[in-house]
């Protein structure tokens, strides 16, 4: 196992050797206490056809205190050297942990292992040069999300701005691989997809929404052939189709920042928009897992309180009211 380099010296990441990779960084990661899973104990709750998964937290201390201790590193750092700034915003992407680092999936993003993984072989997606977070996503980004789910079957998501639970402002997709569960649930809100309540067509695409109880638009993909730069060009239009469907765009992508925060779910099959107004309910934050059906919750009193309002609820308090 060769330790990873820095990404100047690196190539890219052969077709087809994406999953290999993660495996090997994975075991490299943990061996060298790189990785630190965070382990939950798993329940399930159903509410209207969806099985929910709620994943409780049996001890968040660690990752708490590594992240302490990265911050108190850095400001240690910039003590000593003038040319460091002691930025109350820390990133964890530049530099990132080469212990984490997959590989280099383009010309602008590379791949890492999240290091506080609840979920195993959970991917982060990341701009090399820093990019905020709050940025509309772009070709590039869309590129880089075909050239991992070529490689990966997993759900994508995007955390777009503080409100829709994204920690970090350097921009990132994430991916976590599916099935979900180890019973084969491959993403619980899928359970909703054969009901769908609504179609319409924006700019000739089909825009379903699944009945939920809150501001929400899907596409479900036709084939898309080709490579991954051709998939990212549709994936692209079909973005701006959604977010015009939930009123967060009207007329072209103008400027790099976007209008608010939403949640961005994809899988190869299909893609969900989430517009949002608020980051967590009741002390429970929301991020894009949660309307895939996946929530997670830091104790028994997040729990009590999860399934006396219901999941549904929820996610209903920190979206935006249906148009």
Not at 133 to 146: G, P, S, Y
Not at 265 to 277: D, G
Request: net charge negative; charged share 20%.
């Amino acid at each position: 196992m060769v330790k990873a380099q820095n990404i100047e010296n690196v190539g890219l990441l052969q077709p087809g050797t994406l999953w290999q990779r993660v495996i090997e960084q994975t075991e490299w990661a943990i061996a060298h206490s790189a990785l630190l899973p965070i382990p939950t104990d798993c329940e399930f709750v159903e509410q209207a056809g969806i099985r929910f998964i709620v994943r409780i937290v049996a001890n968040l201390v660690r990752k708490d205190e590594a992240q302490k201790n990265s911050k108190t590193r850095q400001a240690s750092k910039a003590s000593s050297d003038p040319t460091v700034s002691q930025d109350k915003n820390f990133n964890p992407f530049l530099p990132y942990e080469e212990d984490l680092f997959v590989g280099n999936l383009s010309a602008t993003h590379l791949c890492l292992l999240n290091k506080f993984n609840v979920v195993d072989h959970h991917l982060l997606i990341v701009t090399r040069a820093f990019e905020e977070q709050e940025n509309w996503l772009n070709l590039r980004d869309f590129e880089a999300m075909w050239l991992t789910l070529a490689q990966v079957d997993g759900l994508v998501f995007y955390n777009a701005g503080q409100s829709a639970g994204a920690s970090q402002r350097h921009k990132h997709l994430q991916l976590v691989p599916l099935p979900s569960t180890s019973d084969g649930v491959r993403v619980p809100i899928e359970s909703l997809f054969g009901g769908v309540k609504f179609e319409h067509s924006t700019n000739g695409h089909r825009v379903s929404t699944l009945g939920l109880p809150f501001c929400h638009a899907l596409i479900r993909w036709e084939e898309i052939a080709g490579s991954p730069g051709v998939a990212a060009q549709v994936t692209l239009e079909r973005y701006y189709t959604l977010l015009r469907a939930v009123d967060l765009l009207e007329g072209e992508v103008t400027g790099t920042r976007q209008s608010a925060s939403y949640n961005l779910l994809a899988t190869r099959e299909w893609m969900l928009l989430v517009p949002r107004s608020q980051p967590s309910f009741n002390t429970i934050a929301i991020n894009s897992l949660g309307f895939a059906g996946a929530l997670l919750v830091r104790n028994q009193a997040q729990m009590d309180i999860l399934k006396e309002c219901s999941p549904l609820t929820v996610l209903q308090n920190v979206a935006l009211p249906c148009l």
